[in-house]
């Protein structure tokens, strides 16, 4: 029952995230270790606000006790963020992270992190897997919690103070001073209104916060920022005039802005906004990164200033490993999810976040005024995104049709090339695509069709909805 996909491993709590299977994978973890010989150094645990996100890290904790490994873990609910920052910094092999990121609120999960604080790969989730096939002795052995305490087998620690002067040390802190701006957070009930309040404080901003509180039902929505979701920091952005609003989900690795006019920003244009930033503004080079659903403005942007724009599948372990490759200076995705070189080596709205507030300051610009100048320069584009659900025989029709007998519907527009990469995409020579795959973390199915202007992505993906029988 144990999966990774894109995002680790994510399962709904009572199911497949039971107790039972934490300590399985915990188990398997363990003997991967001992079978590398970096046991003896330890792993990192953190976790977020979701329900048995505490008690599933000391679960794991009690096993890895029990296999002499130590535990060290984050006793606080924390950003994913700060687990991968601690395992970059102190040079551990492992870390993990109880949660289930931007999923709905049934739903848990673990991410597991490598040397060097980034995502798994697939190489290293599928060893997992066969470690976790390979345990027999069902209950896992585990020490009392307590006792893994006393003989040090067991640390609690709360390294946010290292993570976060990390990020204060890179941001133009006097700059964002002297801007005296105002900043409207929402957390999504989730891990960053601590870190984001300090970053902010620190830089003299008046921030306010909605949606602080704990709640493992996230007020009944869905903790991912979108335009359906921060509906309501718009307005507050809007009522209390503020220079911007922000917001992260669960986790906080992936960022959500309202800009000054009370408009959602896309998380596409926030990396345009931010490569765009880094290498005009602050004068560095190198390439950038996306995922197959990520928009293809990106790409003008690069070219335009004689860099590269990569493409990856989707999962945010492909974006971090083609940025190590090509020394990218940025990577994201159409979710939210972006990396900067310099900094962890996965997603971070936290620092994202930081880094767009310092562009407000320096370029002494507001936000909706530097979007307008990156649309007229390199043009618009606009991103249609549709989610689906199935059934288990609806899916395996849907994979032979599309993908095994790759099937296509008329399509009326001069096709430059297709791709099987991750699903399907189909890119049309006048810069337009549309790509059709399964999500990785969600039983969904995504369209995402980015065009000149919305009714024509609206007209393409209606294409694909009618010949899939949607």
């Given at each position: 029952?144990?999966?990774?996909?894109?995002?680790?491993?994510?399962?709904?709590?009572?199911?497949?995230?039971?107790?039972?299977?934490?300590?399985?994978?915990?188990?398997?973890?363990?003997?991967?270790?001992?079978?590398?010989?970096?046991?003896?150094?330890?792993?990192?645990?953190?976790?977020?606000?979701?329900?048995?996100?505490?008690?599933?890290?000391?679960?794991?904790?009690?096993?890895?006790?029990?296999?002499?490994?130590?535990?060290?873990?984050?006793?606080?609910?924390?950003?994913?963020?700060?687990?991968?920052?601690?395992?970059?910094?102190?040079?551990?092999?492992?870390?993990?992270?109880?949660?289930?990121?931007?999923?709905?609120?049934?739903?848990?999960?673990?991410?597991?992190?490598?040397?060097?604080?980034?995502?798994?790969?697939?190489?290293?989730?599928?060893?997992?897997?066969?470690?976790?096939?390979?345990?027999?002795?069902?209950?896992?052995?585990?020490?009392?919690?307590?006792?893994?305490?006393?003989?040090?087998?067991?640390?609690?620690?709360?390294?946010?103070?290292?993570?976060?002067?990390?990020?204060?040390?890179?941001?133009?802190?006097?700059?964002?001073?002297?801007?005296?701006?105002?900043?409207?957070?929402?957390?999504?009930?989730?891990?960053?209104?601590?870190?984001?309040?300090?970053?902010?404080?620190?830089?003299?901003?008046?921030?306010?916060?909605?949606?602080?509180?704990?709640?493992?039902?996230?007020?009944?929505?869905?903790?991912?920022?979108?335009?359906?979701?921060?509906?309501?920091?718009?307005?507050?952005?809007?009522?209390?005039?503020?220079?911007?609003?922000?917001?992260?989900?669960?986790?906080?690795?992936?960022?959500?802005?309202?800009?000054?006019?009370?408009?959602?920003?896309?998380?596409?244009?926030?990396?345009?906004?931010?490569?765009?930033?880094?290498?005009?503004?602050?004068?560095?080079?190198?390439?950038?990164?996306?995922?197959?659903?990520?928009?293809?403005?990106?790409?003008?942007?690069?070219?335009?200033?004689?860099?590269?724009?990569?493409?990856?599948?989707?999962?945010?372990?492909?974006?971090?490993?083609?940025?190590?490759?090509?020394?990218?200076?940025?990577?994201?995705?159409?979710?939210?999810?972006?990396?900067?070189?310099?900094?962890?080596?996965?997603?971070?709205?936290?620092?994202a976040s930081a880094l767009l507030v310092e562009m407000i300051a320096v370029t002494g610009m507001k936000l909706s005024e530097i979007m307008a100048t990156i649309r007229r320069e390199y043009g618009g584009m606009a991103l249609e995104e549709r989610d689906y659900r199935f059934s288990p025989k609806r899916k395996e029709e849907?994979?032979?049709?599309?993908?095994?007998?790759?099937?296509?519907?008329?399509?009326?527009?001069?096709?430059?090339?297709?791709?099987?990469?991750?699903?399907?995409?189909?890119?049309?020579?006048?810069?337009?695509?549309?790509?059709?795959?399964?999500?990785?973390?969600?039983?969904?199915?995504?369209?995402?069709?980015?065009?000149?202007?919305?009714?024509?992505?609206?007209?393409?993906?209606?294409?694909?909805?009618?010949?899939?029988?949607?």
């Amino acid at each position: 029952m144990i999966k990774f996909g894109t995002g680790g491993w994510r399962a709904v709590i009572g199911d497949g995230f039971t107790k039972e299977n934490i300590q399985i994978l915990s188990r398997a973890i363990c003997d991967k270790m001992k079978k590398e010989k970096v046991e003896q150094e330890g792993i990192v645990l953190g976790y977020d606000r979701r329900f048995l996100s505490k008690e599933a890290m000391q679960w794991a904790a009690q096993v890895f006790a029990a296999e002499g490994i130590k535990a060290y873990l984050i006793n606080k609910s924390a950003p994913t963020p700060l687990v991968m920052f601690y395992v970059m910094k102190h040079e551990f092999h492992y870390g993990m992270m109880i949660t289930a990121s931007h999923n709905p609120a049934v739903y848990n999960g673990i991410k597991v992190f490598t040397y060097g604080g980034r995502d798994a790969d697939e190489e290293q989730t599928a060893e997992i897997e066969h470690y976790i096939n390979e345990v027999t002795d069902i209950p896992v052995d585990e020490m009392n919690y307590a006792e893994g305490i006393e003989k040090g087998l067991i640390e609690e620690i709360y390294p946010l103070n290292e993570y976060l002067d990390s990020i204060i040390d890179t941001v133009d802190m006097e700059k964002v001073k002297k801007r005296g701006l105002r900043v409207a957070l929402d957390p999504m009930y989730g891990v960053s209104e601590t870190s984001l309040k300090t970053i902010l404080m620190t830089a003299r901003c008046e921030v306010e916060t909605i949606h602080e509180r704990h709640d493992t039902l996230f007020g009944g929505k869905l903790p991912a920022p979108t335009a359906e979701t921060l509906r309501t920091l718009q307005n507050y952005v809007i009522d209390r005039r503020c220079d911007l609003g922000i917001a992260t989900d669960g986790d906080a690795d992936r960022i959500g802005v309202i800009d000054d006019q009370g408009n959602f920003l896309h998380p596409n244009d926030i990396l345009v906004l931010l490569y765009y930033y880094l290498v005009k503004y602050k004068g560095w080079h190198g390439a950038a990164v996306r995922n197959i659903c990520t928009t293809h403005l990106l790409d003008r942007v690069a070219e335009s200033f004689g860099e590269q724009c990569y493409e990856v599948p989707v999962g945010f372990k492909h974006i971090s490993a083609k940025m190590f490759a090509t020394d990218a200076v940025i990577g994201g995705e159409s979710s939210g999810g972006m990396a900067v070189r310099g900094h962890i080596k996965g997603k971070d709205g936290i620092y994202a976040s930081a880094l767009l507030v310092e562009m407000i300051a320096v370029t002494g610009m507001k936000l909706s005024e530097i979007m307008a100048t990156i649309r007229r320069e390199y043009g618009g584009m606009a991103l249609e995104e549709r989610d689906y659900r199935f059934s288990p025989k609806r899916k395996e029709e849907i994979k032979k049709q599309l993908l095994e007998d790759k099937e296509l519907p008329q399509i009326p527009y001069e096709i430059a090339h297709i791709s099987y990469l991750d699903g399907l995409k189909v890119y049309l020579k006048d810069g337009g695509w549309i790509s059709v795959r399964f999500s990785g973390t969600e039983p969904l199915l995504r369209i995402f069709c980015e065009m000149k202007d919305r009714s024509a992505a609206e007209d393409f993906c209606s294409i694909f909805e009618k010949f899939l029988a949607l």
